[in-house]
């Protein structure tokens, strides 16, 4: 847990991430994490 909030607090898009998610329901998480893969595989692919 120490970790976690190590990271958290030195990343702060990260916990605005986690702030954005905890009022997303689970349809919008699910969308929301395909596209980052999408995105993700289509900038491997570009590089």
Do not use: H, W, Y
Request: proline fraction near 2%; include cysteine.
């Amino acid at each position: 847990m120490e970790e976690i909030i190590k990271v958290l607090q030195s990343n702060p898009g990260i916990l605005n991430l986690f702030k954005v998610a905890i009022t997303c329901n689970k349809a919008q998480i699910v969308k929301a994490v395909k596209f980052l893969d999408d995105s993700r595989r289509s900038n491997s692919r570009i590089s």
